[in-house]
């Protein structure tokens, strides 16, 4: 059984900074993408950044490039996102999904697992 479970999200003023966590567990994650969406209420869940298990090649979202910053630490299996400036327009429960995809895709559901999220608001 595959188990993501993330944290590290709050209330935060905008510009402001959070580090969001996804921890794994239940098998070798080798090949397998780690990415984050978002969901904002009322809109579609969307990507916003993907790393593979297994190599440095990192995506991001046009409205995240710059300020976000996703990494991993294999030995924790453990990914996280690193959120810069942050606008109000980030605010979203943020979810962390992992499957057996290149690192450049983007589509939700195409990811077979998913964490339960976390909630970060910005406030301006």
């Known amino acids: 059984q595959v188990q993501l479970v993330e944290s590290g999200g709050g209330l935060v003023q905008a510009g402001g900074s959070l580090r969001l966590a996804c921890a794994a567990s239940g098998r070798a994650f080798s090949g397998y993408t780690v990415a984050w969406f978002r969901q904002a209420p009322g809109k579609e869940r969307e990507f916003v950044a993907s790393i593979r298990w297994t190599s440095s090649n990192t995506y991001y979202a046009d409205s995240v490039k710059g300020r976000f910053t996703i990494s991993r630490d294999n030995a924790k299996n453990t990914v996280y996102l690193q959120m810069n400036s942050l606008k109000p327009e980030d605010t979203a429960v943020y979810y962390c999904?992992?499957?057996?995809?290149?690192?450049?895709?983007?589509?939700?559901?195409?990811?077979?697992?998913w964490g339960q999220g976390t909630q970060v608001t910005v406030s301006s």
């Open positions: 999904a992992a499957a057996n995809v290149a690192p450049a895709v983007r589509i939700a559901r195409s990811y077979d697992y």
